[in-house]
Nanobody, 117 residues
Framework: QVQVVESGGGLVQPGGSLRLSCVKS????????MGWYRQAPGKQRELVAA???????NYADSVKGRFTISIDAAKNTVYLQMNSLKPEDTAVYYC???????????WGQGTQVTVSP
């Protein structure tokens, strides 16, 4: 069974940095199209960063210039480098492939990011 495991979250002060990791296991092919999503309490899950099979990246306006998505396809790992963190970045962060694509798998448990005080 294909699954993803997110890690790297934690508690940081505003302006701090975190690097999230997502490992995909149980797949035949390496990951090459993935995204990072986040969900805050009472809010819908939203896409914040994505990388395509061609290597191009896209970011939500709210994180552009602060977050960077990258992959190590050989290791089936996708990363999210988060800099200049703001309290509004507080959420549970998840990784997954594009909806309806071969790369979409069951949602993992996510990793909590808390930016405070």
């Amino acid at each position: 069974q294909v699954q993803v495991v997110e890690s790297g979250g934690g508690l940081v002060q505003p302006g701090g940095s975190l690097r999230l990791s997502c490992v995909k296991s149980g797949s035949i092919f390496n990951i090459n199209a993935m995204g990072w999503y986040r969900q805050a309490p009472g809010k819908q899950r939203e896409l914040v960063a994505a990388i395509t099979t061609s290597g191009s990246t896209n970011y939500a306006d709210s994180v552009k210039g602060r977050f960077t998505i990258s992959i190590d396809a050989a290791k089936n790992t996708v990363y999210l480098q988060m800099n200049s963190l703001k309290p509004e970045d507080t959420a549970v962060y998840y990784c997954n492939g594009p909806a309806g694509s071969y790369y979409r798998v069951p949602w993992g448990q996510g990793t909590q990011v808390t930016v405070s005080p």
